[in-house]
């Protein structure tokens, strides 16, 4: 019982004041009392009981809840990632397609081109030499014509000095015209088109020696320090050894020709930070990177740098800022199209006067075998 109704009880119990009748009647409602405390008290711990295990229950079911949200999270970056991981799969097998088909279409055209580009070169050269031979025949004898016969072979032979120069533009042209389709033949070989294990470094490090000897060995040569920096936490990488080589082979002449642009120029308007020409020594640097996100290969050059407004053009096919039957057009555009072919992209970093930094960046191999 209650304490404070215990000491009412008593109390009732014990008071000579009331009649029996009324003690009676205040114990029973003492009692009653005690009674519906007991029954309130006996409600309120259940209902204390019935919170706690509600309250355990539900903290049970937020961290159940909790889980499964995580791991919906979790299916959900794995399903973002497959995906990713198939469309660029998708995008680099739709360039892979896109260069067979088009190396068979450039093989069928340039081999069309070819034969009648043979002949227009072949009987060009042929008709200037025999221009030259012409023209010192009639050397050799006007001395035995009359002055009015001597000043007709003197038309005539301006006549065909002008046929030869004609000759000589056309043989020039049909040369670039020449080197083109050997272009477009060499890129529509392609190579085996299967990634194989391959040493990144002593790959990058191999071809650009070859260019710089090839360089060297040149009609122009310049002097290029050359700065190996690799990484040398790139073990093999999956590459189609073929087809990269000839990223680097195109990003490495590029870069010589560039540096030898920059050596030889007569104007030093525009290299004012370098204070004349003599001060200035072409360098090439090579830099590998092992990235949580790929490797990246980096080819910069100190040379003249490329003209902001002109930026965008230079992978696009048949653009060359070389002048003559130097340039096809097509280096960049096919080493473009080799990189994108192996899941990567090709970015440049140029400031004029200063040189440029062709980056190439690769995915991880995981995403590519």
Same mark, same amino acid.
Not at 76 to 87: C, F, V
Not at 105 to 117: D, F, M, R, V
Not at 235 to 249: C, K, Y
């Given at each position: 019982?209650?304490?404070q ?10 008071s000579e004041n009331?009649?029996e009748?009324?003690r009676?009647s205040?114990i029973?409602?003492?009692k009653?009392?005690e009674k519906?405390?007991t ?7 259940r ?5 706690r295990?509600?309250?355990?229950l539900l903290?049970?079911?937020?961290e ?7 791991a919906i999270e979790?299916t959900?970056?794995?399903?973002q990632?497959s995906?990713?991981?198939l469309?660029a799969t998708?995008s680099?097998l739709?360039q892979?397609?896109?260069?067979a ?12 081109i070819?034969?009648p /580009?043979?002949f227009v070169n072949?009987?060009?050269e042929?008709s *200037?030499? %025999? $221009?030259e #031979?012409t ?6 004898i006007s001395?035995?014509?009359?002055a009015?016969d001597?000043e007709k ?8 000095h002008?046929i030869?120069m004609n000759?000589r533009?056309i043989h ?12 477009m033949l060499e890129?529509?070989?392609g190579?085996t088109g299967?990634l ?8 990058v490090?191999?071809y650009?020696?070859?260019?710089f000897?090839?360089m060297r060995?040149?009609?122009n040569p310049?002097?290029?320090? /050359?700065?190996f ?7 093999? *990488?999956? %590459? $189609?050894a #073929?087809?990269?080589?000839r ?9 010589f020709d560039?540096?030898?642009e920059?050596?030889n ?10 204070g ?7 360098k ?6 092992q990235q949580?996100?790929g490797?990246?290969v980096?080819?910069e050059?100190?040379?003249p740098?490329i003209p902001e ?7 696009q096919?048949f653009f060359?800022t070389?002048k ?10 096919i080493t473009n199209?080799?990189v994108k072919a192996h899941?990567g992209q090709?970015d440049?970093?140029? #400031?004029k006067?200063?040189g ?7 995915p991880n191999s995981?995403?590519?075998?």
């Amino acid at each position: 019982m209650n304490q404070q109704l215990k000491i009412i009880l008593d109390f009732i119990q014990q008071s000579e004041n009331l009649s029996e009748e009324e003690r009676t009647s205040l114990i029973k409602a003492t009692k009653d009392v005690e009674k519906a405390l007991t029954i309130s008290e006996f409600k309120l711990e259940r209902t204390e009981k019935v919170k706690r295990t509600t309250a355990i229950l539900l903290e049970e079911t937020i961290e159940e809840l909790e889980q499964k949200r995580k791991a919906i999270e979790e299916t959900n970056t794995a399903l973002q990632q497959s995906l990713e991981d198939l469309k660029a799969t998708q995008s680099q097998l739709i360039q892979q397609e896109k260069l067979a088909s088009l190396g068979q279409l450039t093989a069928g055209i340039a081999h069309e081109i070819k034969n009648p /580009l043979n002949f227009v070169n072949n009987f060009s050269e042929l008709s *200037v030499e %025999l $221009i030259e #031979e012409t023209k010192d025949e009639l050397s050799s004898i006007s001395d035995q014509l009359s002055a009015e016969d001597r000043e007709k072979v003197e038309e005539a032979v301006e006549i065909l000095h002008d046929i030869e120069m004609n000759l000589r533009k056309i043989h020039e042209h049909g040369s670039r015209a020449d080197s083109i389709v050997k272009s477009m033949l060499e890129h529509s070989r392609g190579g085996t088109g299967k990634l194989e294990a391959t040493d990144l470094n002593a790959l990058v490090k191999e071809y650009v020696n070859l260019c710089f000897h090839g360089m060297r060995a040149s009609k122009n040569p310049i002097n290029v320090d /050359l700065q190996f920096e690799p990484d040398e936490n790139i073990g093999e *990488v999956p %590459l $189609i050894a #073929e087809d990269f080589s000839r990223v680097i082979v195109n990003l490495s002449n590029n870069a010589f020709d560039a540096m030898r642009e920059k050596a030889n120029c007569k104007d030093l308007q525009g290299f004012e930070n370098l204070g004349g020409l003599d001060a200035y020594h072409p360098k090439l640097t090579i830099r590998t990177h092992q990235q949580n996100s790929g490797i990246s290969v980096e080819i910069e050059d100190n040379g003249p740098g490329i003209p902001e407004e002109i930026k965008d053009k230079i992978m696009q096919p048949f653009f060359t800022t070389k002048k003559g039957i130097e340039g096809t057009g097509l280096g960049l555009s096919i080493t473009n199209d080799i990189v994108k072919a192996h899941g990567g992209q090709l970015d440049i970093k140029t #400031e004029k006067g200063n040189g440029s930094v062709f980056v190439i960046s690769l995915p991880n191999s995981e995403s590519r075998i």
